[in-house]
Nanobody, 124 residues
């Protein structure tokens, strides 16, 4: 059984920063690419950032490029997302997700395991 547990969400003001963490149980972390997916009220889920198994390859949604950074510490079975210059439109539930395989992906269907989500609210 693979479990993903997110932490680090909260209520912040526009321009502030947050760091989300996702701890992954089990031995699968070392062979799973990881992603952060968000769902804003009334909108569909979207992959905002993803990282390969090695951490050497990342991808970002255009809306967060230059502001968000995804990285992982394989020795700690943890993936992070540093979010800077937050905007009200970043308000969403953020989910950590794992995809079997080396490379990261923008396709939601390719992620097999999901965390319970953490709320990020950015006030103007």
């Amino acid at each position: 059984q693979v479990q993903l547990v997110e932490s680090g969400g909260g209520l912040v003001q526009a321009g502030d920063s947050l760091r989300l963490s996702c701890a992954v149980s089990g031995r699968t972390f070392s062979n799973h690419a990881m992603g952060w997916v968000r769902q804003a009220p009334g909108k569909e889920r979207e992959v905002v950032a993803a990282v390969s198994v090695s951490g050497g390859s990342t991808l970002y949604a255009d809306s967060v490029k230059g502001r968000f950074t995804i990285f992982r510490e394989n020795a700690k079975n943890t993936v992070y997302m540093q979010m800077n210059s937050l905007k009200p439109e970043d308000t969403a539930i953020y989910y950590c997700a794992a995809r079997g395989g080396w490379y990261s992906s923008r396709s939601l269907d390719e992620y097999s395991y999901w965390g319970q989500g953490t709320q990020v609210t950015v006030s103007s």
